[in-house]
């Protein structure tokens, strides 16, 4: 079965330093997103993506925040000038264009910042 | 707003025994709601879905939901519990008016007594 993959598995990264976080979506889906779940809190939506562009985002995605597909496989999530408060698991998840099939989600990535 | 209540944070259950996780939700229109599990440093699994239709759903793994329109409830069962089915459990609403993000409830983290 296809799956959503994310690289890395986990990256430490120092205070004010950017990060790439780097998402393959299924092949043939058109919906993109990114959710973030800080440990021990609920999974928490941070933005979605259809058609080269953003659809939706949440508070928490805020300047500092940004989503590219460059190519027709990766979905990238940049935070640019990291916090300690983005310490997190980050999970990409995609869709295909009917509304009724659900999100598939990665595995994810553990960011760690110091 | 939207939003997704799991009234029970941690639930142990003896092996064999029956299972039921609850979910609430507050949504204006016609939900999608989703059951997923997450095993320790994993990814979120599709358990199972509701968009219209039968209000009995059946999953993967043994597991199955109803949907109660009246109660605002989409509550997970299993009839018996095998020592695999430890993780924590997440029910999501789909707001497809909204580009199809996923409003996640807290978690309930199901532990199993041998």
């Known amino acids: 079965e296809p799956e959503v993959t994310q690289t890395p598995s986990h990256q430490v990264t120092q205070m004010g330093q950017e990060v790439i976080l780097r998402c393959v979506p299924i092949?043939?889906?058109?919906?993109f997103y990114w959710y973030r779940q800080i440990l021990g809190q609920k999974v928490e939506f941070l933005v979605s993506f259809y058609n080269n562009e953003i659809s939706e985002k949440s508070e928490i995605f805020d300047d500092q925040f940004s989503v590219e597909r460059p190519d027709g496989s990766n979905f990238t999530l940049k935070i640019r000038s990291t916090k300690l408060e983005d310490s997190a698991m980050y999970f990409c998840?995609?869709?295909?264009?009917?509304?009724?099939?659900?999100?598939?989600f990665g595995d994810g990535t553990r960011l760690s910042i110091l | 707003a939207q939003s997704v209540t799991q009234p029970d944070i941690h639930i142990t259950v003896s092996e064999g025994a029956s299972l039921e996780l609850r979910c609430n939700y507050s949504?204006?229109?016609?939900?999608?709601l989703f059951w997923y599990v997450q095993s320790p440093g994993q990814g979120l699994q599709l358990l199972l879905k509701y968009f219209s239709g039968d209000t009995l759903v059946q999953g993967i793994k043994g597991f199955e939901a109803e949907f109660k329109r009246s109660q605002s409830s989409f509550n997970l069962r299993k009839p018996s519990v095998h020592w695999s089915d430890a993780a924590e459990y997440f029910c999501a609403v789909g707001l497809y008016n909204q580009g199809g993000k996923l409003i996640f409830g807290q978690g309930t983290e199901l532990s199993v007594k041998p």
């Open positions: 092949s043939n889906h058109l919906y």
């Open positions: 949504y204006g229109a016609t939900p999608y």
């Open positions: 998840a995609s869709r295909g264009e009917v509304n009724n099939q659900p999100q598939h």
